[in-house]
């Protein structure tokens, strides 16, 4: 069983639609995150969230929202997108205090 | 401003070599190395961490050396194999508030020829 799951694999969309990522993870994880990667492999948090606060990387443009159903999901909602919004988007979880992050495959995301 | 900083960028070694990358911090707060692997198409995995009362520790063919006075850590593979061959990146994690921040490395693109 894959512990964090997100899909799709590939988006490939035009530039101003307006795209969804979805991220469930089976772990009893407290906390959720989305990282982007560049194509130069630079890890940027986007955000994190758990079921008390989310927190927002303040350099992420608010054409991105975190949306979480519940605990095991937190998916990415990106509006008007643009050509440098293209990247690998990955999801990641994790339990308390220091305990290691379980990312899931990455979506790429091209934007033409 | 690069909070942890990583070198080298990329790394190529024969097989049996022992690359090793290096990691520099300032924010004496981190108390929490981890470092993970990423191969390609993937996500990274957690592979080892340290915490900065250790000056070393050891799994298997991978060990983290630290140097707590000259904030720096670093990486060693030893008997490195072309399965190692992936980008690795170190961090740093501290306390925030009632959360943690992780402040990642730039990657290291590590390539063990057979």
């Known amino acids: 069983d894959t512990a964090v799951s997100q899909t799709p694999k590939y988006l490939v969309t035009q530039m101003g639609n307006d795209k969804s990522i979805k991220c469930e993870q089976n772990?009893?994880?407290?906390?959720m995150y989305w990282y982007k990667q560049d194509s130069k492999k630079f890890l940027k948090i986007m955000f994190s969230?758990?079921?008390?606060?989310?927190?927002i990387n303040e350099t992420v443009p608010n054409r991105f929202s975190p949306k979480s159903p519940d605990k095991a999901h937190l998916n990415l909602h990106i509006n008007s997108l643009e050509l440098g919004d293209s990247a690998v988007y990955f999801c990641?979880?994790?339990?308390?205090?220091?305990?290691?992050?379980?990312f899931g495959n990455g979506t790429r995301l091209t934007v033409t | 401003q690069q909070q942890v900083k990583q070198s080298p960028q990329s790394l190529i070694v024969q097989k049996g070599g022992i690359p090793i990358i290096n990691c520099a911090y300032e924010?004496?707060?981190?108390?929490?190395f981890p470092w993970y692997q990423q191969f390609p198409g993937k996500g990274p995995a957690l592979l080892i961490a340290?915490?900065?009362d250790v000056s070393e520790k050891k799994e298997g063919r991978f060990t983290i050396s630290f140097n707590k006075s000259a904030k720096q850590f670093s990486l060693h593979i030893m008997d490195s194999q072309p399965g190692d061959s992936a980008t690795y990146f170190c961090?740093?994690?501290?306390?925030?508030?009632?959360?943690?921040?992780?402040?990642w490395g730039l990657g290291t693109s590590l390539a063990v020829n057979p």
């Open positions: 961090a740093a994690s501290r306390r925030d508030g009632n959360n943690r921040k992780l402040i």
């Open positions: 924010n004496t707060a981190f108390d929490y």
């Open positions: 340290i915490r900065p």
């Open positions: 772990l009893g994880h407290d906390t």
């Open positions: 969230y758990n079921n008390k606060e989310l927190i």
């Open positions: 990641a979880s994790a339990g308390s205090d220091n305990s290691p992050l379980h």
